[in-house]
């Protein structure tokens, strides 16, 4: 009998040519359970751009298998604020303002100073109009005032920005319907809890996944696979190996972000690109030490701009200087400064009236929420003087005594001769004295799989692997963004690459 099943397993190897990806499948692997289960198309990763291109391919009458490693569906779109953006849109011209594609286009590369990738920008600030009017057909709530201006990082020179009544939830929950009828209607079936392990290979084309569910290793089959699993701001092995120049990485992503697809991929002999255009985020806080965790939603430092708050503290580095005009407006300047700074770390320091006037230094907290978390000292300390506090947080106590008499005095002088702050109305002289820890942190990665204008992933020498494409932050982030924040520019080529590639692959004849 075991000799009869080894026959049997080397016929249907050779019945079917399968060869493990650089002998990564056992032969028996290919027989018995993992039995071939065939689709029009295999997504991996059923969030932004996963679920709308699993949508389409299904609109086509595709079979379309979605692997998802979570225990649920959505992925970042139950976590981010869902900034999009687009220029030419019906919801623009009913608004008054006029924009197009190009106008889009032109204002991303802007932003970016040339660093993205053109082809890719193009692609996205194409197809963006169709996106967002797709969702309004769809009944997408938009935020009543948008499209709007915003200011949390470079602003377009046009209104163009949109947002739904409950951030990005409200992308999940517009096309959750649709989704719905064709998980029903059987073109869309979903795999959660199942982890990718490998692509399998072919005479030099993707045929398949492997996927790990309850530590059984099951393979699945397509004529196409598209990578659509996220970034790597989860992984701080991932992320050290990727970016060996930076400090350790402080996340704000979600758990999920993990890099899974790109690292499979890489096995594959894709290649993985822009890594150095990484940026960090400004604002993060660490809640509890050591964690390498901060949350955007529930502990935010009001530092990326002072278009919304004008600052009543002063940002002093490990070395206890000052090194920025806390009221510059234009977050990219203030977002590579901090980045020079050792650490990309900075403390915030005020005293105890500061607490209660204007707007708090986190955003959303009541001024007893700042003091409470001060009497607990983990990521704010206090002290009753300028030489406890140093002593508390490590910075050098001379250093950060002349720092704050500096100030001081330009408070009271009205002038600001080293860095021209023009915010002077709160020196730093009541105790208890403040100072709270703030870091760069990564809310997306900006390295990824490099791919052509066709979404196909390429290999180190440039040649397309065939049957696999990629969309959504598995791209990186710098892919449609380069070396800066382009508002809505990973939501918007996300969702809207994810709908092109759905089209273009879900096509069944």
């Keep these: 009998m075991e000799n009869e099943n080894l026959h049997l397993r080397r016929h249907f190897i050779k019945q079917i040519g399968l060869i493990g990806l650089v002998a990564m499948h056992d032969v028996s692997e290919l027989f018995g359970q993992n039995t071939a289960q065939k689709y029009d198309l295999i997504v991996v990763g059923a969030g932004t751009?996963?679920?709308?291109?699993?949508?389409?391919?299904?609109?086509?009458?595709?079979?379309?298998?979605?692997?998802?490693?979570?225990?649920?569906?959505?992925?970042?779109?139950?976590?981010?604020?869902?900034?999009?953006?687009?220029?030419?849109?019906?919801?623009?011209?009913?608004?008054?303002?006029?924009?197009?594609?190009?106008?889009?286009?032109?204002?991303?590369m802007r932003v970016c100073k040339n660093t993205a990738?053109?082809?890719?920008?193009?692609?996205?600030?194409?197809?963006?109009?169709?996106?967002?009017?797709?969702?309004?057909?769809?009944?997408?709530?938009?935020?009543?005032?948008?499209?709007?201006?915003?200011?949390?990082?470079?602003?377009?020179?046009?209104?163009?920005?949109?947002?739904?009544?409950?951030?990005?939830?409200s992308i999940f929950q517009t096309i959750l319907p649709l989704w719905e009828k064709y998980v029903k209607?059987?073109?869309?079936?979903?795999?959660?809890?199942?982890?990718?392990?490998?692509?399998?290979?072919?005479?030099?084309?993707?045929v398949g996944v492997q996927v790990r569910h309850n530590k059984n290793k099951v393979d699945f089959f397509a004529k196409n696979t598209v990578l659509t699993t996220g970034g790597y701001a989860s992984n701080p092995e991932f992320f050290a190996k990727v970016h060996p120049e930076r400090p350790r990485l402080l996340s704000t992503a979600a758990p999920t972000s993990t890099g899974d697809g790109i690292m499979v991929a890489q096995k594959a002999g894709a290649?993985?690109?822009?890594?150095?255009?990484?940026?960090?985020?400004?604002?993060?806080?660490?809640?509890?030490?050591?964690?390498?965790?901060?949350?955007?939603?529930?502990?935010?430092?009001?530092?990326?701009?002072?278009?919304?708050?004008?600052?009543?503290?002063?940002?002093?580095?490990?070395?206890?200087?000052?090194?920025?005009?806390?009221?510059?407006?234009?977050?990219?300047?203030?977002?590579r400064i901090i980045a020079r700074q050792p650490g990309e770390k900075f403390w915030l320091i005020f005293d105890d009236p500061s607490i209660d006037d204007g707007e708090p230094v986190i955003r959303g907290w009541k001024p007893e929420q700042i003091r409470k978390a001060a009497r607990e000292g983990k990521f704010i300390q206090q002290a009753d003087s300028i030489e406890a506090l140093a002593a508390k947080t490590g910075i050098p106590t001379e250093a950060l005594k002349k720092s704050i008499e500096t100030y001081n005095k330009a408070v009271a002088e009205k002038n600001d001769p080293e860095f021209g702050r023009s915010t002077l109305t709160h020196a730093i002289s009541k105790a208890p004295f403040y100072a709270m820890l703030s870091y760069t942190s990564s809310l997306i990665s900006f390295g990824g799989l490099h791919v052509n204008a066709n979404l196909q992933v390429l290999d180190r020498q440039g040649n397309v692997i065939n049957g696999l494409y990629a969309a959504g932050e598995v791209l990186g982030a710098a892919a449609t963004s380069g070396n800066a924040f382009c508002g809505g520019m990973l939501i918007t080529p996300a969702l809207s690459f994810g709908r092109i590639l759905g089209r273009q692959l879900g096509k069944t004849s």
């Design 49 to 108: 751009a996963g679920m709308p291109c699993a949508i389409m391919a299904a609109e086509q009458g595709a079979k379309v298998l979605v692997i998802e490693k979570a225990d649920k569906i959505g992925g970042t779109l139950h976590l981010s604020a869902g900034h999009m953006s687009a220029g030419g849109t019906r919801r623009q011209k009913a608004m008054g303002i006029d924009d197009s594609p190009e106008k889009h286009y032109e204002d991303v």
């Design 117 to 169: 990738d053109p082809a890719l920008v193009a692609l996205a600030t194409r197809e963006a109009p169709y996106t967002i009017d797709w969702l309004e057909d769809l009944g997408f709530p938009f935020e009543p005032t948008t499209p709007k201006l915003v200011f949390g990082h470079v602003p377009y020179q046009t209104p163009r920005t949109y947002w739904g009544t409950d951030a990005a939830r």
């Design 185 to 206: 209607s059987a073109h869309i079936e979903v795999r959660l809890q199942h982890q990718l392990t490998d692509l399998i290979v072919h005479k030099n084309q993707v």
């Design 271 to 335: 290649a993985f690109r822009w890594a150095e255009k990484h940026i960090s985020s400004l604002g993060g806080v660490e809640l509890e030490p050591g964690s390498g965790r901060t949350d955007y939603w529930n502990a935010w430092a009001m530092v990326f701009t002072s278009k919304y708050r004008p600052p009543r503290e002063i940002y002093v580095n490990a070395e206890g200087k000052r090194f920025l005009n806390e009221d510059e407006l234009d977050p990219d300047v203030r977002e």
